[in-house]
C-alpha cells in the first residue's frame, strides 16, 4: 500500500516524500483513513511503530479543514505522559506542519520548566501536546480553555495509567466537550485500557498491530551472574572491553541511577542521567546529546523503557532487573530495531538469579549466562 491511498491532502503527501517516508507503517494504513473520517480510534501499537504520525497526519489534515479562526481556544488536545513523549510528538508535528498551506499554531508544554513562557506562546494555540499536570496547572489559570476541543489523543495511555494519572486525567476527561473524535493509543490492551476504551471511545476502530516476533529475535541477550558489589565494575569492564560508544544503562530507581553515574564518571567514562527527579532542562539534553551519538553512557531509570523513539541503540544494560518481565521487554526493545542486531546485556545477583529466570520463562526464551565472577576486574 502507498500513501497515496489512504487520503491525505497532496501537500501531506509531498511532505512525507520530503521527509524520506516511502509508504505507510501497519498502523498508519489502519488508523490514518479511519481519523480522517471522524472515527474514534484504538491503536494498540508500540513506540518505533510509526504511531505518532498515524494521529498527527490526520488531525492536522481534520484541523486545516475546520478550523475556525475566530476560534482562539485548542481544537486538538494530545494527552502524554512524560516530557520527553511531548516534545517528541511535537516535533513530528512540526515536521509535517511546517509545509501545510494554512499553518497550524502548535505548542507542547509540560512539567518541570517554567510557566509563564508557555502561558505567553499559548495564545492562539490550535494543536496542543500537553503532559496532564501541567494542562490542569494552565487550565486552573484559564490560559486554556477545552470547551471547544474536537480531537483528543492519549498517547502512551497505558503508561498514563500505571504513573498515576487516573484521576488528573479524569479531570481532564470532564471538562471536555461531549461531542469530539478519541484517539487512544497504548502499547499494550488490559483491562485498565479496556475500562477507559469504553469510557471513551464510540464504536471504534481497532487497529491492533502485532507484536513483531522478530523483535526479540533480532536482539542478542546475555546475563552475567555477578555479587552486587562487583557490578560496578563489571559495568566498567563491559563497557570499556567492548568499546561500547552508545550504551543504555537501566538502574531500579533514581537514587541507584544517581550513584551509577557518579562511579561512570569518577572512572572517566562520558556519562549523563535521565530520571523523574531531574529537571526537564537536563533530562533532555542528556536524551537529545544520547540520541545524536555524542554521549556515550546514559543512565536511567524504566521513565525512558518505552515512548522514546532512538533509531539505532546497539547496547542496553539492565544494571538492575526490571520488576515486571513486560518492562524486560521493552527495556531491551530499546535496542535490536529497524533490523539493526542489538546487544542487550543483564547483570544478575544472587537475589536476582530467580526473578530473572521468570522473566526468561514468560520472555519464551532462554538468555546464556555467564559467570561475571571470574572475570578479572582488578583495574576496573
Ligand atoms: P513512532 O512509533 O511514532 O515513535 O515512530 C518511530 C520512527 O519511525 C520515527 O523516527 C518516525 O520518524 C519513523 N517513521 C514513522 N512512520 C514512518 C514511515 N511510514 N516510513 C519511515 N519512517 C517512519
Known amino acids: 500500500m502507498s500513501f497515496d491511498s489512504l487520503g491525505l491532502s497532496p ?34 501499537a508500540k513506540t518505533g511503530s510509526g504511531k505518532t504520525a498515524s494521529y498527527v497526519l490526520p488531525i492536522l489534515q481534520n484541523i486545516q479543514r475546520i478550523v475556525d479562526f475566530k476560534n482562539r481556544h485548542i481544537t486538538g488536545l494530545i494527552v502524554v505522559p512524560t516530557r520527553e513523549l511531548a516534545v517528541q510528538v511535537h516535533e513530528v508535528i512540526e515536521q509535517f506542519n511546517k509545509e501545510l498551506p494554512v499553518r497550524i499554531k502548535t505548542l507542547a508544554v509540560f512539567g518541570g520548566v517554567s ?9 492562539g494555540v490550535q494543536l496542543l501536546v500537553a503532559t ?64 477507559i476504551k469504553s469510557l471513551l471511545l464510540d464504536n471504534p476502530v481497532i487497529a491492533k498491530i502485532a507484536e ?41 530507581s533514581s ?56 533509531e539505532f541503540l546497539p547496547y542496553v544494560i539492565n544494571y538492575e532487573l526490571p520488576r515486571s518481565p513486560k518492562d524486560y521487554i521493552h527495556r531491551i526493545g530499546r535496542t535490536g530495531r529497524a533490523e539493526s542486531p542489538g546487544l542487550a546485556l543483564s547483570l544478575v545477583t544472587p537475589e536476582e538469579a530467580h526473578h530473572f529466570r521468570v522473566i526468561q520463562k ?19
Open 212 to 252: 513483531q516476533e522478530t523483535d526479540i529475535e533480532l536482539i542478542n541477550q546475555r546475563g552475567y551472574f555477578i555479587e552486587e558489589k562487583s557490578k560496578g565494575p563489571l559495568l566498567r569492564y563491559l563497557i570499556k572491553e567492548n568499546n561500547m560508544q552508545q550504551v543504555l544503562v537501566f538502574a531500579s
Open 362 to 380: 514468560k520472555m519464551k526464551k532462554r538468555v546464556d549466562m555467564e559467570d561475571g565472577n571470574e572475570i578479572d576486574l582488578r583495574g576496573y
Open 132 to 195: 496532564p499536570g501541567r494542562l490542569l496547572d494552565l487550565i486552573d489559570s484559564k490560559a486554556v480553555h477545552l470547551s471547544d476541543t474536537r480531537f483528543l489523543v492519549l498517547d502512551e495511555a497505558d503508561k498514563m495509567l500505571n504513573l498515576g494519572f487516573k484521576d488528573e486525567m479524569d479531570r481532564i476527561l470532564g471538562l471536555l466537550p461531549k461531542k469530539r473524535q478519541n484517539m487512544l493509543f497504548s502499547a499494550t490492551l488490559n483491562e485498565d485500557i479496556d475500562q
Open 11 to 44: 501537500s501531506i503527501l509531498n511532505n512525507l516524500s520530503e521527509n524520506g517516508y516511502k509508504k505507510p507503517t501497519p498502523i498508519q494504513e489502519r488508523a490514518i483513513p479511519a481519523i480522517l473520517k471522524g472515527e474514534d480510534v484504538l491503536g494498540i
Open 115 to 123: 510557566v509563564n513562557p508557555q502561558m505567553i506562546k499559548l495564545q
Open 255 to 310: 537514587f541507584r541511577a544517581d550513584q551509577i553515574l557518579d562511579k561512570l564518571r569518577k572512572n572517566k567514562i562520558d556519562a549523563m542521567v535521565i530520571h523523574g527527579k531531574r529537571s526537564q532542562g537536563s533530562r533532555q539534553e542528556a536524551l537529545n546529546k544520547f540520541k545524536n551519538g555524542t554521549l556515550r553512557v546514559l543512565v536511567s531509570t524504566d521513565l525512558l523503557a518505552r515512548g522514546i523513539d532512538i
